[in-house]
């Protein structure tokens, strides 16, 4: 029986530390996911403007980092306007970033896209971002957005 316990110890441990974001300040430099090289960069305040459902856009992204998923760090929102934020997801879950990235400029190598959002979808995320029950439950109606999917991140400021 001690051994059965021990177990469970153990792997609820383990599940633990593996759902949490990853240690570390995001300093200027610091890169998550693959390393990319870029010489010129697409304002993400420029999308709303030039992205259509029929053609997503490639490139160099920058944009100010306003939530990263406090639980795991797997999602992060840019800052479009006062009003409006994009969805970053990271390609195939290959990389997290720490929450200290929210407030930071990064410039994310990304492909962006509008993206029709289930309700369940949207309420996944309002959960990851610790939200309230009510403000769960709100949520009601699928809801289009901007959805930028990254394959390397680089934190410029």
């Not at 403007?49 to 856009?57: F, Y």
């Amino acid at each position: 029986m001690k051994k059965i316990f021990l177990l469970g110890v153990v792997l609820a441990s383990t599940i633990t530390l593996m759902a949490q974001p990853p240690k570390g300040n995001a300093d200027k430099g610091d890169i998550y996911g693959e390393k990319f090289e870029y010489t010129k960069t697409i304002d993400v305040t420029t999308l709303p403007q030039n992205l259509t459902a029929e053609k997503p856009i490639k490139g160099a992204f920058i944009a100010q980092v306003v939530e990263v998923c406090p639980n795991k760090g797997c999602w992060l929102k840019l800052k479009i306007d006062d009003n409006t934020t994009a969805m970053v997801k990271m390609k195939d879950y290959g990389f997290f970033v720490p929450t200290a990235a929210k407030g930071k400029t990064v410039v994310l190598n990304a492909e962006a896209s509008i993206k029709e959002l289930s309700v369940a979808e949207l309420k996944h995320f309002a959960e990851d971002a610790k939200k309230s029950k009510e403000e769960i439950e709100a949520i009601t109606k699928p809801e289009k957005q901007i959805n930028l999917l990254a394959s390397g991140i680089i934190v410029v400021n």
